[in-house]
């Protein structure tokens, strides 16, 4: 029988997933930059990028509290989502139809990453780990606050520039 396993056991398995996850991020942000025509987005995505670095040091806090060294657990779900983010760049020419698909690639990734950070605040919360509480919180709203960013791009400038494209 596996050894007994406990809420910050899950936690910490978690929180390998994301800080994975947000390193293979910074990687993919500037090619997503690079292949977005719109100024807009490009600036989005390195912004993002700066924020994602701030991301991955809350995150290395958050370990060095648990008394563990940081470290990350393959994420196949990020990957994925990468690998669709890089198939809408082979398949769609720079352009208003690339950058919405590009928005949408980010969007996906926000939203995994606001699933993953809400449940680690619960488990922090439920575990009694105020810290991680308050480090993950941060970077929950600054998640939240890129997927609105991105809403509002898409909703105001991207989907109907790429509509036009299309017509």
């Not at 490009?42 to 060294?69: M, N």
């Not at 994925?80 to 720079?94: A, N, S, Y």
């Not at 939240?144 to 960013?149: E, G, I, P, R, S």
Request: proline letters at 1%; hydrophobic letters at 40%; aromatic letters at 6%.
């Amino acid at each position: 029988m596996a050894a007994s396993k406990n809420l910050t056991d899950l936690l910490l398995v978690f929180m390998q997933d994301i800080y994975y996850a947000e390193r293979q991020i910074t990687k993919a942000l500037p090619k997503m930059a690079k292949a977005a025509q719109s100024e807009n987005l490009k600036q989005a995505f390195l912004h993002h990028r700066e924020e994602t670095q701030g991301q991955i040091e809350r995150l290395q806090k958050a370990f060095e509290v648990l008394g563990k060294r940081a470290r990350g657990q393959t994420c196949e779900a990020i990957n994925g989502l990468i690998e669709e983010t890089e198939e809408v760049i082979e398949e769609f020419p720079e352009g208003s139809v690339r950058d919405a698909g590009l928005a949408a690639c980010a969007q996906a990734v926000e939203h995994y990453e606001m699933a993953r950070y809400g449940t680690v605040v619960a488990w922090a919360k439920a575990a009694g780990q105020q810290e991680i509480v308050k480090l993950m919180e941060e970077t929950l709203a600054e998640e939240k606050k890129a997927d609105q960013l991105l809403n509002q791009l898409s909703n105001k400038e991207l989907n109907q520039s790429a509509a036009k494209q299309a017509a």
